[in-house]
């Protein structure tokens, strides 16, 4: 269910079988004449034609650039992606109906997915160049048995601040502990529904109670905020949004409504979208006091406080109002694949450049000529990708 959420966020996740249907936004909806703009009206229009005006635009100054961050960082827009985010497996435990297609999907085979100390190696090298936050995710990252070593080495790179999971919840609650001990320190759980006969019709198959078990466990870890990721979608689960914003009365839950995205397979119509300025006018009748928080530059979501509620509410604005130009993250793929923008389809095998690498560190031996080779290979892909 998390894939949905990879990289806007937390959401709309990361194997590249559930590439985007384009990798501009622009092409896209140029290519969709059953949606003509005359259909697309008021703050909903205006926005969509803003964002297929400006998306692929260079920023007109670049981001101040943090001295612990590597050149081979920045790419040709001067965004600084210092965030990385893990796909660790292409399978997973549901079959949410906006992520796979009904009759499924091919799976990488197994020796071509990246092993443990692969994963471990490519994210050091991302680390020891500037990458400060990692977010491991699917599939449904905590299905791969070797979850919790992972996580163990991971936390323990010099230089990494935060270490991220996006899961579906189905099987968190009994291995959060571990996991929390190996230095897992922050959570998205995904979850679209708090009705359980809705929650079993979208992802065909059983668990509500066991994600609402993994949310309440996470709380009781001391995870604040707990992230719920949930997609919204028109005619299923917009009248729930209010539902969703009361978990934040007492409970340290930041609630992310995500608006509906394209993908191949999930059937995406326009009149499913509902639109954040929709979902915020919903809110902001129903609770008084919606006060709107600071965000970070690279903030993906517009986030919100309630009167007299101790989590937040945000909302991740994908489609009506990009954030392309603050976007610092990077991709891995769980087939050793790297890409940059979750809406393109662009990817080079890290492995490929990785082993470069290795051979210039076994040639050169001196850090600083490694350095500068490590620099330009990674710049060079992010600038291609970009």
């Not at 609770?287 to 928080?293: E, I, M």
Request: net charge positive; proline share 4%.
């Amino acid at each position: 269910m998390w894939r949905y959420l990879s990289g806007a966020f937390d959401a709309y996740p990361a194997s590249r079988r559930f590439r985007p249907v384009n990798c501009k936004i622009k092409s896209y909806y140029q290519s969709r004449n059953s949606i003509g703009r005359s259909s697309l009206n008021g703050h909903l229009g205006r926005s969509l034609t803003k964002m297929f005006a400006i998306s692929c635009e260079k920023l007109s100054v670049d981001e101040p650039k943090d001295n612990s961050v590597s050149d081979m960082l920045v790419d040709s827009f001067g965004r600084l992606h210092t965030y990385l985010r893990i796909s660790l497996t292409e399978r997973c435990n549901l079959r949410c109906q906006y992520c796979m297609p009904a009759e499924g999907v091919e799976l990488t085979p197994s020796p071509q997915l990246l092993s443990q100390n692969e994963i471990i190696r490519l994210a050091s090298l991302f680390v020891s160049s500037g990458v400060d936050k990692i977010r491991l995710t699917g599939g449904e990252p905590t299905i791969r048995k070797d979850i919790e070593g992972i996580c163990s080495q991971l936390s323990n790179l010099k230089g990494l601040k935060t270490l991220a999971m996006t899961t579906n919840g189905i099987t968190l609650a009994r291995k959060l502990p571990k996991l929390k001990e190996c230095g897992l320190s922050a959570l998205n759980i995904s979850l679209d529904t708090l009705i359980p006969a809705k929650f079993e019709f979208l992802t065909r198959r059983k668990g509500h109670e066991k994600v609402m078990e993994s949310i309440n466990a996470a709380i009781d870890l001391g995870y604040n905020p707990v992230k719920v990721n949930c997609v919204v979608m028109r005619g299923f689960n917009d009248d729930e949004i209010c539902d969703f914003v009361e978990l934040t009365r007492e409970k340290p839950i930041n609630v992310r409504f995500i608006e509906f995205m394209p993908f191949d397979g999930n059937v995406w119509n326009v009149k499913k979208l509902v639109p954040y300025a929709e979902m915020l006018d919903r809110v902001g009748k129903q609770f008084k006091g919606l006060k709107r928080l600071q965000d970070h530059a690279k903030e993906t979501a517009k986030n919100f406080r309630i009167d007299g509620h101790y989590g937040t509410v945000s909302f991740i604005t994908s489609m009506t109002e990009h954030f392309c130009a603050g976007c610092n993250r990077l991709r891995l793929l769980a087939d050793g694949n790297f890409k940059v923008c979750l809406f393109g389809p662009s990817e080079i095998l890290a492995l490929s450049w990785i082993s470069r690498m290795l051979f210039f560190m076994a040639t050169f031996k001196r850090s600083s000529i490694w350095s500068n080779h490590l620099g330009l290979l990674l710049k060079g892909s992010l600038d291609w990708l970009a």
